[in-house]
């Protein structure tokens, strides 16, 4: 069973950054699709950036674009999300979320998550 673990997230000031991690366990064969979501507070979760199985396509919600990056390191099981220019707005609980089907990336139909980590971008 495909187990997801988060970790990274942190109290940062305006404008700093923070890379947050997605470790991968419990599966075999070629890797799923990741995605990260997340949630602030008093709102829904929201898609933020997706990888596709091969690694090749990923895809970023115009809020982040330009200031995040998605990357995978498959010696490690772990999907990271290097997160730049931090606004206050970025504030929520982070979740990564997996699933093993589509070619493309995208933010529905995902089957597995993580319990989350908790980005507070404050001054």
């Known amino acids: 069973q495909l187990q997801l673990v988060e970790s990274g997230g942190d109290l940062v000031q305006p404008g700093g950054s923070l890379r947050l991690s997605c470790t991968a366990s419990g599966f075999t064969g070629r890797f799923p699709q990741i995605a990260w979501f997340r949630q602030a507070p008093g709102k829904e979760r929201e898609g933020v950036s997706c990888?596709?199985?091969?690694?090749?396509?990923?895809n970023y919600v115009n809020p982040v674009k330009g200031r995040f990056t998605i990357s995978r390191d498959d010696t490690k099981n772990t999907v990271y999300l290097q997160m730049n220019d931090l606004q206050p707005e970025d504030t929520g609980v982070y979740y990564c979320?997996?699933?093993?089907?589509?070619?493309?990336?995208?933010?529905?139909?995902?089957?597995?998550w993580g319990k989350g980590t908790l980005v507070t971008v404050s001054s």
């Open positions: 979320a997996a699933k093993f089907r589509g070619v493309w990336c995208d933010y529905d139909g995902m089957t597995h």
């Open positions: 990888m596709s199985r091969n690694g090749e396509m990923v």
